[in-house]
C-alpha cells in the first residue's frame, strides 16, 4: 500500500538499539494516552497505553514515560528490529471531554537500519 | 471475522458525485470508530457508534458527510457532493465496548476525488 505520510519527521536508527519517540500534547485535561504502530497500506495497531495516574509503563521491549508537567510522552523501543519499521503515533483522550474520541499526533516515521 | 475489514479498499470519484464507504467490525464489538487520514496526518477522528446510535458525531466536517450503522454491526460512510478535498483514506475501528477498551482498525478505504 501507499506510504501514510511522505513529510513526517523521521527517526533513522541502526538495528539492536534503542529507539526513542516522542510526542507532545496540548490538552492538559487529556487523562488517557495510546502509542499506535501504522505499517504501509494497513490501519494503525495498539502498542501501548498509559493512563494519567501514572509516569511509566513497561511492555514488552516498549516503555511509554508520561510527563504531564510538560506534556510530553515518550515511546522507547528497546533493540529496535526491522519489523519495528513503521510511523508512529500518540492519541489522547480527556474523560472529563465526556467522549470517547481520540486525538492523534502528527506521526513519525521509524526507519530501522541494518 | 478476523478482523475489521472495510470496502471497497480503494474508490475513484469524480467531484460532486456520491460515495458510501462500508466497515465490517469485528463480530461482537459494540463500539465503531470512522476516522479520515490525509497525506503525512494522524487519523482524524469522524464519528463514533455505540451500538446503533452515534455517541459522537462531532468529527463530521460538514453535512455532506453522513454515518449509519442501522443494526449495530456494519457501518457505512456516506459522502455526498464529493469535493476533492473529501481524498484521503477512511479508517474504521471496532473496539469490543467502547470506552477505553483496546481499538482495532481496518486496512482503510483510500478515497480519490477527481
Known amino acids: 500500500g501507499e506510504s501514510v505520510g511522505l513529510h513526517l519527521p523521521t527517526l533513522s536508527v541502526q538495528e539492536g538499539d534503542n529507539s526513542i519517540i516522542n510526542c507532545a500534547y496540548s490538552n492538559s485535561a487529556s487523562d488517557y494516552f495510546i502509542w499506535y504502530k501504522q505499517e504501509s497500506g494497513k490501519g494503525p495497531q495498539f502498542i501501548i497505553d498509559i493512563r494519567s495516574n501514572m509516569d511509566k509503563r513497561q511492555g514488552q521491549r516498549v516503555t511509554v514515560l508520561l510527563n504531564k508537567t510538560v506534556k510530553h510522552l515518550s515511546l522507547q523501543i528497546a533493540a529496535t528490529q526491522p519489523g519495528d519499521s513503521a510511523v508512529y503515533f500518540c492519541a489522547e483522550n480527556s474523560q472529563a471531554s465526556g467522549t470517547y474520541k481520540y486525538i492523534f499526533g502528527t506521526g513519525t516515521r521509524l526507519k530501522v537500519l541494518a | 471475522g478476523a478482523g475489521v475489514s472495510q470496502t471497497p479498499s480503494n474508490k475513484v470519484t469524480e467531484k460532486g458525485k456520491y460515495v458510501e464507504l462500508r466497515c465490517d467490525p469485528i463480530?461482537?464489538?459494540?463500539?465503531l470508530y470512522w476516522y479520515r487520514q490525509s497525506l503525512g496526518q494522524g487519523p482524524e477522528f469522524l464519528i463514533y457508534f455505540q451500538g446503533t446510535g452515534a455517541a459522537d458525531d462531532s468529527g463530521l466536517p460538514n453535512d455532506r458527510f453522513f454515518a449509519v450503522r442501522p443494526e449495530g454491526s456494519v457501518s457505512t460512510l456516506k459522502i455526498q457532493r464529493t469535493e476533492r478535498g473529501d481524498s484521503a483514506v477512511y479508517l474504521c475501528?471496532?473496539?469490543?465496548?467502547?470506552?477505553?477498551?483496546?481499538?482495532?482498525f481496518g486496512p482503510g478505504t483510500r478515497l480519490t476525488v477527481l
Open positions: 463480530s461482537g464489538h459494540t463500539a
Open positions: 475501528a471496532s473496539s469490543s465496548s467502547g470506552g477505553r477498551n483496546e481499538q482495532f
